[in-house]
C-alpha cells in the first residue's frame, strides 16, 4: 500500500511541478523534439546513403582473363577454385561469345565491331567480392590470391575505383558519428540545464525534505517522471516534424534522389524509436542535474 501511495505521490508532485514551470517544460520539449528529428532526419539519410553506396560496392567486380575456351566440366573446376579464394563472393563464367555480344549491344548501333570473331576475345571470369573485401588493401590481396591461380592469364580491376569507394564510405560513417555525438552531447546539455533550474527553483523543499529524512529516491523520482514526461513530448514532436520535413523534401527533391528520403523503418517503428530516445534523454538529463546538485 506505502509503494502505490508513494507512486501516488511521485505522480502528482511531478505534474504539479510541470505545471508550474509550463512553460520551462514546453521549451525542454520542443528543444527535445527539433534536437530528435534533426538526428532522425540525418540518420534517414546517413542510412539510405550508406545503402546506395553500399550497392555501388556491390558491382566491384574483378575481370579474370585466361586464354583458349573451357569445357563445360572446366568451368565448373574453375568456378570452385575462383570461388575458393579468400574474399570471392561469387564468380560467373563469360565465354569469348558472350563477351563479344555484351560489347555489341552496349554499343549497339555503331559498327565498331564487324568483321570481329568470338574467338578474338579472351573467356573470362566476373569475380565479385564480399563487402568486407572492398578496401583497398583487402581488395589487393584477394587479387594476388587469384593470380596464384595457374590457368589465369592476366586479372584486372580499378585500384583507383575501388580506394575511392572506400574513402567515400569511410568519410560518411565518420561524419555520421561525429555529428551524433554532437547531437546527442546538444541535447543532453540543453535538457540537463533546463531541469537544473526546476530543481534549483525548488532547492529549498529539496533541503526540508533531506531534512526530515527523505531518501535520495523520494526526492529524485519526480524528477525522473517529469524528464519522462517531456522525453514523451519531445518523442510525440520529433515524429511529427520529421513527417513533416520528410514530406516537404519527397514534394521537393528529383526523381533520382528520392531514395534518400525513403524511411528504412516502418513508421511506428520510428515513432517508437523516437518515443523511447526522448524518454532516455529526459531522464538521462534529470539524472546529471540532480547528480550535481545533489553533490551525488
Request: hydrophobic share 55%; charged share 15%.
Given at each position: 500500500?506505502?509503494?502505490?501511495?508513494?507512486?501516488?505521490y511521485f505522480?502528482?508532485?511531478s505534474l504539479?511541478?510541470?505545471?508550474s514551470n509550463?512553460?520551462?517544460?514546453l521549451?525542454?520539449?520542443?528543444?527535445?523534439?527539433?534536437?530528435?528529428?534533426?538526428?532522425?532526419?540525418?540518420?534517414?539519410l546517413f542510412?539510405?546513403?550508406n545503402w546506395?553506396?553500399?550497392?555501388?560496392?556491390?558491382?566491384?567486380?574483378?575481370?579474370?582473363y585466361?586464354s583458349g575456351?573451357?569445357t563445360?566440366?572446366?568451368v565448373r573446376?574453375?568456378?570452385?577454385?575462383?570461388e575458393g579464394v579468400?574474399?570471392?563472393?561469387s564468380?560467373?563464367y563469360?565465354?569469348?561469345?558472350?563477351?563479344?555480344g555484351?560489347?555489341?549491344?552496349?554499343?549497339?548501333g555503331?559498327?565498331l565491331?564487324?568483321?570481329?570473331e568470338s574467338g578474338?576475345?579472351?573467356a573470362?571470369f566476373?569475380?565479385k567480392?564480399?563487402p568486407?573485401?572492398r578496401?583497398?588493401?583487402?581488395?589487393?590481396?584477394?587479387?594476388?590470391?587469384?593470380?596464384?591461380?595457374?590457368w589465369v592469364d592476366?586479372?584486372?580491376?580499378?585500384?583507383?575505383?575501388?580506394?575511392?569507394?572506400?574513402s567515400?564510405?569511410?568519410?560518411v560513417?565518420?561524419a555520421?558519428l561525429?555529428?551524433?555525438?554532437f547531437l546527442?552531447?546538444?541535447?543532453?546539455?540543453i535538457?540537463?540545464?533546463?531541469?537544473r533550474l526546476?530543481?534549483?527553483?525548488?532547492r529549498?523543499?529539496?533541503e526540508?525534505?533531506?531534512?526530515?529524512g527523505?531518501?535520495?529516491?523520494f526526492?529524485k523520482?519526480?524528477?525522473?517522471?517529469?524528464?519522462?514526461v517531456?522525453?514523451v513530448?519531445?518523442g510525440?514532436i520529433?515524429?511529427g516534424?520529421?513527417?513533416?520535413?520528410?514530406?516537404?523534401?519527397?514534394?521537393?527533391?528529383?526523381?533520382?534522389?528520392a531514395?534518400?528520403?525513403v524511411?528504412p523503418?516502418?513508421?511506428?517503428?520510428?515513432f517508437i524509436?523516437?518515443?523511447l530516445?526522448g524518454?532516455?534523454?529526459?531522464?538521462?538529463?534529470?539524472?546529471?542535474s540532480?547528480?550535481r546538485f545533489?553533490?551525488i
Amino acid at each position: 500500500m506505502g509503494s502505490v501511495s508513494n507512486l501516488f505521490y511521485f505522480i502528482t508532485d511531478s505534474l504539479r511541478s510541470l505545471k508550474s514551470n509550463i512553460l520551462t517544460a514546453l521549451f525542454t520539449s520542443v528543444t527535445l523534439g527539433f534536437a530528435l528529428a534533426i538526428f532522425a532526419l540525418f540518420l534517414v539519410l546517413f542510412l539510405n546513403i550508406n545503402w546506395a553506396l553500399g550497392n555501388i560496392g556491390d558491382n566491384t567486380k574483378v575481370m579474370l582473363y585466361f586464354s583458349g575456351s573451357a569445357t563445360p566440366a572446366e568451368v565448373r573446376r574453375f568456378t570452385t577454385l575462383v570461388e575458393g579464394v579468400e574474399g570471392v563472393r561469387s564468380a560467373k563464367y563469360v565465354s569469348s561469345a558472350s563477351a563479344l555480344g555484351e560489347l555489341k549491344d552496349e554499343f549497339s548501333g555503331q559498327d565498331l565491331f564487324d568483321g570481329i570473331e568470338s574467338g578474338m576475345l579472351p573467356a573470362s571470369f566476373e569475380v565479385k567480392i564480399l563487402p568486407g573485401y572492398r578496401e583497398p588493401e583487402r581488395l589487393s590481396a584477394v587479387v594476388a590470391g587469384l593470380k596464384r591461380l595457374k590457368w589465369v592469364d592476366s586479372v584486372e580491376y580499378s585500384a583507383e575505383w575501388a580506394a575511392r569507394l572506400s574513402s567515400v564510405l569511410n568519410f560518411v560513417e565518420l561524419a555520421a558519428l561525429l555529428f551524433g555525438l554532437f547531437l546527442g552531447v546538444a541535447t543532453i546539455f540543453i535538457i540537463t540545464n533546463t531541469i537544473r533550474l526546476t530543481v534549483y527553483a525548488r532547492r529549498d523543499e529539496i533541503e526540508v525534505m533531506r531534512l526530515v529524512g527523505a531518501s535520495d529516491f523520494f526526492i529524485k523520482a519526480p524528477f525522473f517522471i517529469e524528464g519522462v514526461v517531456q522525453g514523451v513530448g519531445g518523442g510525440v514532436i520529433s515524429f511529427g516534424l520529421l513527417l513533416l520535413w520528410s514530406s516537404i523534401l519527397v514534394a521537393k527533391i528529383p526523381d533520382y534522389l528520392a531514395f534518400l528520403v525513403v524511411m528504412p523503418v516502418s513508421l511506428s517503428a520510428m515513432f517508437i524509436m523516437l518515443m523511447l530516445t526522448g524518454i532516455a534523454a529526459g531522464v538521462a538529463g534529470s539524472f546529471i542535474s540532480l547528480a550535481r546538485f545533489m553533490k551525488i
